[in-house]
């Protein structure tokens, strides 16, 4: 097994035992800002009367924001344990049980799809990738907020956090391998100019991204074919 990688089944696992304490870790990781960022990925890509694919949407705060922005949204998430929490947000978004790797909708379903710091997950990202784009229309929009590896002042600091107190939490919060598969994941996972090539691999064009927190975070977009 490649380092920091986990089965499916292992991944679904962990995050059905940390979801109790989920939400409170994004604060606590972010410092807060984590809603600041899933509204700007909402600003980007939902437009009012949209159909939107909120996918891997863990504890809904995604899906929640774009429903709010006036879009008819489903969030799908392979954990039942988080989606038990997105239910107790909403009751206007249709809550799935799936796999973002083989989407359970017809081609060119939505008119817009977003991904919150899931896509690292999945076993095999260009298929992830191309389901998104399967089931987005011609035209159709795609948001991927994903945790990513910064350059520069914040490299320290970054690597201190992630590597340093990240792990530390495991010692003290249910689902202690969480914290350590966290780090692990973003040192695999691709930087922003590779995911962007994989983007457009998969049949998205005008692709482009922005970072926040000083490269922390990116932020893709893309309209499919």
Known sequence: MESGRLAPEAVRSMFDRISPVYDAMNRTMTLGLDQRWRRATVAAVVRPGDKVLDACC????LAVAASHAGATVTGLDFSG???????RKSSKV??????AQQLPFEDA???????????????DLERGLAELRRVLRPGGRVAILEITKPSGLLAPFYRLWFDGFVPLLGKVLPGGAAYTYLPASVRRFPGPDELA???????????RW?????GIVALHIGMAR
């Open 81 to 87: 344990r988080m989606l038990e929490r997105a239910r």
């Open 58 to 61: 863990g504890t809904g705060d």
């Open 94 to 99: 249709e809550w799935i049980q799936g796999d």
């Open 197 to 207: 090539g994989l983007l457009r691999g998969a049949g998205f064009e005008d692709v």
């Open 109 to 123: 379903s939505f008119d817009a799809a977003t991904v919150g710091f899931g896509v690292r997950n999945l076993d």
């Open 210 to 214: 922005r970072t926040f927190a000083g």
